[in-house]
């Protein structure tokens, strides 16, 4: 594996977190439209257009992105290999 940074655009609709699943990897969210909640086992972070968030890899840090409203959310990604 190489060590360095994949950004990528996302796109992520109302309903659309069906799985539930916990994610482990590092990354960064930079929101361009609507509005995101993280949930993380002991808190949750709400951002929206012009947020930015930063969330280290790992169990401790593990998170559920979450839709919040009708609006589908539009966001650019990090992640860290």
């Known amino acids: 594996m190489a060590d360095g940074m994949i950004v990528r655009y996302q796109e992520r609709s109302p ?3 069906a ?3 916990w994610c482990e990897t590092g990354h960064s969210a930079y929101i361009l439209s609507g509005r ?5 086992p ?6 929206g257009p012009g ?3 930063h969330i280290p ?5 593990r998170h ?3 839709v ?5 959310v539009k966001y650019f990604i990090t992640e860290f290999e």
């Open 15 to 17: 309903g659309g977190d």
């Open 36 to 40: 995101l909640r993280y949930e993380f």
């Open 57 to 61: 890899a790992g169990h401790t840090h």
């Open 42 to 47: 002991d808190h949750e972070v709400e951002i």
């Open 51 to 53: 947020d930015i968030v």
């Open 19 to 21: 799985d539930g699943a």
């Open 68 to 72: 919040l409203g009708d609006e589908p």
């Open 64 to 66: 559920r992105p979450h």
